[in-house]
């Protein structure tokens, strides 16, 4: 055990924080073998990290996820359960080739010049080189993971089990191929998922555009008119035309029909007729569909096929033809007219507008706010697009996922996260699992090359030969599967599955998952389906979703806004601990976090101050006990005071409120609970109180009693301190001398937990500190509200009151007089005509504390009367300029609602002063 002496007297974060963690390191207390749990019998407690990104560098939204994981974790590691919690990246298939990428075109290279072998040589290469900086710097913050059991996506035992899952979900008919209309990013040139193209509300303009009808057409538009279609007009020479809305002019190049409800009468002359598509030369049928929403816009819409995911559906059962207009960078391409060939979209849309306008057929546009889908990697807006891609069929594997939140098995924190869960699930769609990329899990499909034959084999390992004909010209599908393909096999999968291991025996299921909401449908809701689809329950029961740190204006932190922290200066400046307590204290439940990215010091204050203050609080508990043995508790029983009775049974309530809020995973309650307690209890009173027995001024029984109860309650204080702030706790505990007779355990992060101890609850003890503190916190109220000098001694005087406050104060007479400077305490009332400051304490005691002689009464009256006049002076200015009618029309609402405020501050200090005045003028 280190010495007092050598603590030094300002905490250095920095000079403690990585020996402490490297020695918790070396000594294996972050890893736990499978043994512990199938051979010893001890209770398991897992939680698997939400793998970030390989590529990624720690952010703050790293730093509050892995935090509360690690709270959590060394919560229950202390409590002596077998706590593993699982590290590992993500191979992150689109972001990682798009920073590769980047990265050769800047040395004049590109992967189709490279080809498909060098470029993923490449990519291993930087992934090699940059791929574990996020996991050293998540040690940085004291992530006590089990780093023994690190993982990566695309280890080979975890390929292994995303082929065994792809493979077992195509035998039983759960994975399809097909030809679809998917979200397709042109930049990224590959497939999205439903989840993975962000919608976001967009203000652009609806175009209404106008389609010419042939002759023969006109006398079904005519009946179509006189029936009340508003999407039918005629021109001044005769002719007829329908009238098409769209967001999206450029697609109208790709029209193959136009859509009307069956049973809409307005439109029912027309159905079968012909339309012609301007710019293309082109006709195009009139169909019903019921899909079409007669009551919607004029009850007429233009069907797309290729680019639009209902016009797919509505082509499909009308017959219509699929066009596909543009290519994979999203250019107009030859099936397009010749003009606009070659265009990008938002050009071609452009271009499209000015001919129709050009030729009559541009009826007019106006605003229009709507869902635009982006990238959720590069930004890019999506485009609707029809394409061969494997899917999952999701309803089946669904299923049991929704019954497990509907019973009860699975629970979200907060729950109103539940309904969003079914409300997804109860409505889900098929997942495009297929990407257009390199970089990956080759998806394990083969096509025979040999005339005639065309088998498509889906197999566990690397077939040589055509299983159906012998053939050797086979070739390998050239996409990847999507990155959440193998995420979603995280639970199992690094434990060693489809393999029957000891890990996954003892660690399977898990138990709690901590997460963001964004991730709710990409991650928690596919892991929880998978985990009943191959192991038959679910992977874990308990989901903490947190809110998101953003900046003090409320935006989200990103690069491009530059309103980012990065949370490993915040390390290097306060300390891991710092800013711990700083993002733990403000993770309520489910709501966003705010911090000031331009003003650091502000924004992790608390965390430093609440370090600094531990540090403070223990360096002199440490150097108060000294080196000396200390006497168990049970041997100083008789001797504890009411002060130690207190203390004691506030650490006991303290650990059981610690241990509630933690069950539920009330992260803010926890470090609220953790102040109170440490820096209102026990550092602001407990320590004062304790001062003069620790001299020996009140006996040696005394002084030894206050010893053991110091070193009982810091002792608990570290404990419960530890999974908040774990390296500071660790410094000052193992310098904490050790009770006779009791067993020292090896360390603080191995120490049991807490546990409340009725045997040291105290309910009188703590209904007399109550009231004891009560006196002593309006005595200094009042001293400091009329201005005695902090040296000058006070006398009170108590009356009445229901409660015992009169026997606590006579008997803690000396803390009174210590606490508040207090020289004279009367149980007499205030004294006829006596001029002083009085409080009515909770039980009804009045206090009275006499004035006369110990301010200069003339000097304080004349002082509060100069700032009445200016009071007066400011109230009688305000009131005449909210009176002026010109100001309150014509400023701005927030300066005359400033005004106001102003106003009515003045007039409530002002009454404030009154009474002041009246009590020093003793009326």
Not at 727 to 749: C, Y
């Amino acid at each position: 055990m280190a010495s007092p002496q050598d603590l030094p007297s300002r905490l250095d974060p920095g000079s403690i924080e990585p020996s402490l963690y490297a020695r918790w390191q070396e000594e294996g207390y972050f890893h736990v073998p499978a043994s512990a749990v199938l051979e010893e019998g001890r209770d398991p407690h897992v939680i698997v990290i939400p793998p970030p990104n390989v590529t990624s560098v720690l952010h703050m939204g790293h730093g509050l996820n892995n935090a509360v994981q690690d709270v959590i974790t060394r919560w229950r590691r202390m409590q002596g359960r077998a706590a593993v919690w699982v590290p590992g990246t993500d191979h992150a298939g689109i972001a990682t080739q798009n920073v590769v990428e980047r990265r050769l075109r800047t040395e004049g290279k590109d992967r189709r010049e490279l080809g498909r072998e060098a470029f993923e040589s490449e990519v291993w290469s930087f992934v090699e080189e940059t791929g574990g900086t996020i996991l050293e710097q998540l040690k940085s913050i004291g992530a006590s993971c089990d780093w023994d059991r690190t993982r990566f996506t695309l280890d080979p035992e975890l390929s292994r089990a995303v082929r065994e899952v792809f493979v077992r979900l195509y035998e039983k008919g759960l994975i399809y191929q097909g030809e679809y209309i998917i979200n397709w990013c042109p930049r990224c040139l590959t497939a999205l998922s439903n989840e993975e193209a962000e919608a976001g509300e967009s203000d652009g303009r609806l175009f209404h555009l106008r389609y010419p009808l042939p002759e023969d057409a006109w006398p079904a538009a005519g009946r179509a008119s006189e029936a009340g279609a508003e999407a039918v007009v005629q021109d001044d020479d005769g002719a007829w035309f329908i009238t098409v809305s769209t967001t999206r002019p450029e697609t109208m190049l790709g029209d193959t029909g136009v859509a009307v409800n069956p049973e809409d009468d307005r439109y029912a002359s027309l159905v079968g007729q012909k339309v012609r598509l301007p710019l293309t030369g082109r006709t195009i049928p009139v169909v019903a569909d019921a899909y079409v929403d007669p009551e919607f816009g004029t009850g007429m819409v233009k069907a797309t096929p290729a680019h639009d995911v209902n016009d797919f559906e509505i082509g499909l059962r009308a017959g219509l033809e699929v066009l596909d207009v543009m290519t994979s960078d999203a250019r107009m391409n030859e099936n397009a007219p010749e003009a606009y060939q070659g265009l990008d979209r938002f050009e071609a849309r452009k271009a499209v507008l000015r001919d129709m306008e050009e030729e009559g057929l541009l009826a007019g546009d106006e605003p229009h706010r709507y869902s635009v889908p982006r990238c959720y990697r590069c930004d890019t807006v999506v485009e609707p697009r029809l394409s061969d891609q494997w899917f999952v069929r999701m309803k089946p594997l669904a299923e049991p996922a929704l019954e497990a939140s509907r019973k009860g098995t699975i629970r979200f924190y907060p729950d109103r996260w539940r309904k969003v869960y079914e409300d997804w699930l109860e409505n889900i769609r098929d997942w495009c699992i297929s990407r257009q990329l390199w970089w990956g899990h080759r998806i394990p499909v083969w096509y025979c090359r040999e005339a005639g034959c065309g088998e498509v084999m889906v197999e566990r390992e690397d077939p040589s030969a055509c299983t159906r004909c012998g053939n050797t010209e086979i070739h390998q599908d050239p996409d990847v599967l999507d990155t959440w393909f193998s995420s979603w096999l995280w639970p199992f999968s690094v434990f060693g599955w489809p393999e029957e291991t000891d890990d996954l025996k003892a660690f399977y299921p898990g138990h709690v998952l901590v997460t963001a909401p964004e991730i709710l449908f990409f991650w928690v809701a596919r892991m929880i389906m998978s985990g009943y689809e191959f192991q038959g329950e679910t992977p874990f029961t308990d989901i903490f979703l947190h809110g998101t740190v953003r900046d003090a204006q409320g935006r989200k932190m990103s690069k491009s806004l530059g309103n980012g922290i990065d949370p490993m200066e915040v390390v290097d400046r306060f300390g891991a601990d710092a800013l711990r307590f700083t993002v733990l204290s403000a993770c309520g439940a489910g709501t966003d976090i705010h911090l000031d990215h331009e003003d650091l010091e502000a924004a992790f204050a608390p965390g430093r101050n609440f370090a600094n203050k531990l540090w403070n609080a223990g360096r002199f508990t440490l150097m108060s006990v000294g080196e000396e043995p200390v006497r168990a508790l049970a041997d100083v029983k008789g001797k504890l005071t009411r002060h130690d009775r207190w203390i004691l049974s506030r650490l006991s309530r303290t650990a059981g409120s610690m241990t509630r809020s933690l069950e539920r995973f009330r992260l803010h309650d926890v470090a609220d609970q953790a102040y109170h307690f440490f820096w209102g209890d026990f550092a602001d009173w407990y320590l004062e109180l304790a001062k003069s027995r620790l001299r020996g001024e009140e006996g040696e029984e005394s002084r030894q009693a206050a010893r053991t109860t110091l070193v009982t309650v810091f002792d608990g204080i570290c404990r419960l301190l530890h999974p908040l702030v774990p390296f500071v706790t660790e410094a000052l505990w193992q310098r904490l001398p050790w009770p006779e007779g009791l067993e020292r355990p090896e360390a603080l992060i191995v120490a049991p937990w807490p546990a409340p101890d009725p045997a040291l609850e105290d309910d009188g003890a703590e209904e007399e500190m109550e009231a004891f503190r009560e006196l002593v916190t309006q005595v200094r109220s009042l001293r400091k509200e009329y201005g005695v000098p902090e040296k000058s001694e006070v006398a009170v005087r108590l009356t009445g009151g229901r409660g015992g406050l009169g026997a606590v104060a006579r008997e803690e007479a000396a803390a009174v007089a210590r606490m508040a400077k207090v020289g004279e305490l009367f149980h007499d009332g205030a004294g006829e005509g006596a001029i002083g400051a009085t409080a009515v304490l909770e039980d009804g005691t009045e206090l009275f504390v006499p004035l006369e002689g110990v301010v200069d009464l003339e000097r304080e009256r004349g002082r509060i009367r100069k700032e009445l006049e200016g009071l007066e002076e400011q109230i009688r200015a305000g009131e005449k300029k909210l009176e002026n009618r010109q100001f309150v029309e014509r400023a701005p609402a927030e300066v005359v609602q400033r005004e106001r405020d102003r106003v009515a501050d003045a007039g409530d200090r002002r009454e404030i002063l009154r009474r002041k005045l009246a009590v020093l003028e003793g009326t």
